[in-house]
């Protein structure tokens, strides 16, 4: 079975990208305590967050976000 990379996209206002993370997963139609996504890319305009809000696999009370940033590059690969 070949693996596929996911990802959905939503709009939200935040403190900083993990706050951007935990409140789009709090508004997912399909959000289960048990099954929830944990890993989602947060963008600011200037950099991608990649924010995992359960590294451990501990469960969303007990985890310790990461989050990495990258900074985007315009059409000439410049930093934004």
Do not use: F
Not at 26 to 44: F, L, N, R
Not at 62 to 74: E, F, G, K, S, V
């Amino acid at each position: 079975m070949q693996q596929y990379t996911v990802t959905w996209t939503i709009d939200v206002d935040a403190d900083d990208p993990v706050d951007a993370a935990r409140r789009a997963l709090a508004v997912h139609p399909h959000h289960k305590p048990a099954s929830w996504a944990t890993v989602v890319t947060v963008s600011d305009g200037h950099s991608e967050h990649l924010v995992d809000l359960d590294p451990e696999g501990t469960g969303p009370e007990q985890a310790n976000p990461t989050c990495t940033r990258t900074a985007l590059l315009d059409g000439t690969g410049e930093q934004q």
